[in-house]
């Protein structure tokens, strides 16, 4: 068959696959959008965001600036939508192929060997089992390798596995557990000890293990900073997932409202141990900044990646893991405003108007 046939097969195939991802998509967006979030923006505000969009793609919804503007007071014609952000913007500035092969728990000590990362226990990569140094074990019996005084995470270690935080076992006391047994319903795990967190993230929520989440954005040969906010769990949830998103000043301070994830409900203070947001100190959250603008640099393939810290109670920076693609949008720009910010037309030009950028949105 002609190649040209072929590809123009793809593209058509391609086009229907992400129109039915952006209609459900939109569909999950409007679950919490209102009336009156279309009605906080006046005519003329409509009017500016619909002419600065149209100069870069026809796909734009007026819903998603209307949301986003209505919910933080104050209109910007910036914010990204949601829909434009997931199946065109992150899919320009990363290499989803290449991510599934990275995007690996058990890789992370050779992919990041120069920050402290959870101490590792074990691992099981494809089946075979390896200790923390990578080490390949032979018909290991995992009650030589465990401290039973010490508490553990088990943790899919593959992206399809753990999304969510899906799959984590906390392992509170070995002697109740049969962990051989466990490891067999996956090919692919690690298990780390708990991390004990600093006292100023342990406040705020005990029960589980809060983090900081930063957007890194690599463009004009510079790593820049989009948005932090820490991340906590409700309730007795062990994992943030499912949370609450607090948006984080750049001298490390809490801003005054969080959101929660799922259903971006706002909260000034924490319904489990209300506890105030507004004024409290990420440890050591210059350190964490620079770390991540020397570690981006050496990823190319993914431009704008999610990157997941805790401080333990030693104040030492703790790597937890990275989003590779598909970093969460929305809580981002309900903490801290448009993603972009002043690169909003950088990002946009580059993604929709350059030649191959073009090619990649409009196939």
């Known amino acids: 068959m002609n190649k040209k046939i072929i590809f123009k097969i793809k593209q058509i195939i391609n086009n229907i696959k992400m129109s039915r991802r952006m209609f459900y998509r939109n569909k999950f967006f409007k679950q919490n959008f209102k009336k009156e979030d279309l009605n906080y923006l006046s005519s003329n505000e409509s009017e500016l965001a619909k002419r600065y969009w149209r100069k870069y793609t026809k796909k734009y919804k007026l819903m998603y600036t209307a949301y986003y503007s209505a919910r933080n007071k104050a209109f910007d014609k910036r914010y990204i939508p949601d829909d434009l952000y997931y199946f065109y913007i992150d899919r320009y500035f990363n290499n989803y192929k290449k991510s599934y092969g990275i995007d690996d728990k058990n890789y992370y000590d050779k992919l990041l060997p120069n920050i402290k990362q959870p101490q590792t226990l074990l691992r099981k990569i494809n089946g075979f089992y390896y200790d923390e140094n990578y080490y390949l074990l032979k018909n290991p019996k995992i009650k030589n390798y465990v401290d039973y005084e010490k508490k553990y995470i088990l943790k899919p270690s593959t992206e399809f596995q753990s999304k969510g935080g899906k799959g984590i076992v906390f392992i509170e006391n070995l002697n109740t557990i049969d962990l051989d047994k466990m490891l067999l319903d996956s090919n692919n795990y690690i298990i780390q000890e708990q991390v004990k967190q600093h006292k100023n993230l342990n406040d705020i929520h005990p029960s589980s293990i809060n983090t900081i989440r930063i957007m890194s954005l690599l463009i004009k040969e510079e790593v820049h900073i989009l948005s932090s906010v820490l991340r906590v769990g409700i309730s007795d949830r062990k994992v943030d997932n499912g949370g609450i998103a ?13 959101y929660k994830i799922d259903t971006r409900k706002e909260y000034t203070k924490h ?81 929709f108007q350059n030649k191959e950028g073009v090619k990649f949105v409009e196939k």
């Not at 607090?246 to 969080?258: A, M, S």
């Open 271 to 351: 319904p489990n141990t209300n506890v105030v947001f507004e004024g409290c100190k990420i440890p050591n959250y210059d350190s964490i900044i620079d770390i991540v603008i020397k570690e981006a640099k050496n990823f190319p393939d993914f431009r704008m990646i999610s990157w997941d810290f805790s401080v333990n109670k030693n104040e030492e920076i703790l790597f937890i893991e990275f989003n590779l693609k598909n970093g969460q949008l929305d809580f981002h720009q309900l903490a801290n405003g448009p993603l972009f910010d002043e690169l909003t037309d950088d990002v946009l030009q580059e993604v």
């Open 246 to 258: 607090i948006g984080i000043d750049k001298n490390g301070y809490l801003k005054d409202t969080g």
